[in-house]
């Protein structure tokens, strides 16, 4: 993931109400990070009992007015069910595929709290959706 144009202090981005800990690269106002989490539920996996955590709800959240002031949504197939059965034709139909997935709207509104946990020393710049808070 990659955030351009936030503040340090005053934004944080939120994943499914979780704070993504985020990196500075260097450029202004420019942060990185890794996401990690369970797209579906086979019927048998290594983790039967680990929920699946689609679609991805992203939210830039204020730190200063206690809201989301924009975001998406996120779906690991297409939203409406025209999943395809083989592979792209071209780059235009993989774009085109990868972008059906995105929905410009589907963010938390009104304020919230976000949730409070400890990074994970092994991979400090990553969340895990799959670990419990």
Do not use: K
């Amino acid at each position: 993931m990659r955030l351009d144009g936030a503040t340090g202090e005053r934004h944080r981005l939120v994943v499914n109400g979780r704070i993504v800990p985020l990196r500075a690269t260097g450029r202004e106002g420019e942060y990185v990070a890794g996401i990690r989490y369970r797209a579906w539920q086979p019927a048998r996996g290594m983790h039967p009992t680990l929920p699946v955590d689609a679609p991805l709800v992203f939210d830039l959240y204020d730190t200063w007015s206690e809201r989301a002031i924009g975001g998406c949504a996120y779906h690991v197939a297409h939203p409406g069910g025209r999943n395809s059965e083989v592979f792209p034709v071209n780059a235009y139909e993989a774009e085109g595929r990868r972008l059906a997935r995105f929905e410009p709207f589907g963010f938390t509104g009104g304020m919230f709290d976000t949730a409070r946990e400890e990074a994970n020393p092994d991979f400090p710049y990553t969340l895990d959706l799959r670990r419990g808070v």
